[in-house]
């Protein structure tokens, strides 16, 4: 079982580190495609993929569990829905991109909390500790937010919607660990994919449709569908079977220390030395939450390649 456990871990961590990467080609693409069109052909393709897969493998073995309810996927499709839409329209109504990583990483603080609500199960001393420290070293990676001009109630609201899209996304996380554990988390994960793409459907005409895309966002489409939505939302929705909520949000937690070190590798991005503490403390943040010797052992191992990483790059 450890074994198991150990490689659903493995998992969630590769599908972390890819949603790290996802953030630079995201960034590309936005910004000279519509928000909301790449958003849909993301996710567009990414249940498609999952769809094919899961019908491929009906022909050579069984479903692992039983089909999920319309509703169930209805539900945790909305709840990605909402996230998404709030983190990126949030991002428009000028909440600087450092102040959305910190309000990004709330929902390391949130699961504990959601669990604690929706499932009667109290988070332990260690997943408090460990969900502060991730909470810090996000807060040092962004950094202080830049003064941003523009309306005060602009700003306003979209900090309220970067900590509504947190609180979404947290709360997916604690439902997906409640309804998952019997369902078949291929067609799971297909059906929210898919459910988020029929939902943004409606905004596009609002929000500048879908023009053609050129060579480039094509590629980036089929990046972010493939890899970080269809693998990435496959993996978290197998883990969550046998892995609880705060386990899975403390592993998320890694994401802005994986982007970080993407975006160093990819964009030539160099460190200050509080961004480098700030990795740091994220990284002993999720081992200090650590419920199992597996996971500290990856945490390490973690820790290790991402450390390797910025030394590599700051020393250049």
């Known amino acids: 079982m450890l074994a198991s456990k150990s490689w659903l871990l493995a998992g969630l961590l590769l599908a972390t580190a890819i949603w790290g990467w996802a953030f630079v080609g995201v960034a590309a693409a936005v910004a000279v495609y519509p ?5 849909f052909l993301r ?17 050579r073995a069984a479903p692992v569990g039983p089909q999920p ?7 945790l499709g909305a709840l990605l829905t909402a996230g998404y839409l709030a983190q990126v329209y949030g991002l428009q109504m000028g909440v600087p991109p450092a102040t959305a990583g ?3 990483g709330l929902v390391v603080v949130l699961v504990p909390v959601g669990e604690w609500v929706a499932l009667r199960r109290a988070p332990r001393a260690s997943t408090w500790m460990g969900a502060a420290l991730v909470l810090a070293g996000t807060g040092l990676i962004a950094g202080p937010a830049p003064v941003h001009p523009g309306p005060h109630s602009a ?3 979209g900090l309220l919607l970067e900590v509504a899209g947190a609180a979404a996304f947290a709360l997916q ?4 660990s409640r309804v998952g554990q019997t369902r078949d988390p291929l067609r799971l994960a297909a059906g929210q994919l898919r459910t988020v793409a029929v939902l943004l459907v409606p905004l596009l005409p609002l929000t500048g449709g879908l023009p053609v895309p050129g060579a480039q966002t ?8 493939l890899l970080a939505s269809a693998v990435a939302f496959g993996i978290q929705t197998a883990a969550q079977r046998r892995l609880d909520p705060s386990t899975v949000a403390l592993v998320l937690g890694l994401e802005p220390a994986f982007a970080l070190s993407f975006g160093i590798w990819l964009t030539g991005q160099r460190l200050t030395e509080i961004e480098l503490m700030g990795a740091a403390v994220l990284l002993v943040g999720v ?9 500290g052992q990856l945490t390490t191992l973690g820790s290790r390649w991402s450390d390797r990483i910025l030394r590599v790059r700051h020393a250049s």
């Open 173 to 176: 996380l604690v439902l997906l």
């Open 69 to 75: 309810g319309r509703w169930t996927v209805l539900g």
């Open 287 to 295: 081992a200090a939450g650590a419920s199992s010797r597996p996971l």
């Open 35 to 39: 928000v909301v069109g790449f958003l």
């Open 155 to 157: 700003l306003a609201l």
């Open 102 to 104: 910190v309000l990004a």
């Open 43 to 59: 996710f567009a393709v990414g249940g498609t993929a999952l769809t094919l897969v899961g019908r491929m493998r009906r022909h």
């Open 218 to 225: 094509v590629l980036e489409v089929a990046a972010t569908g």
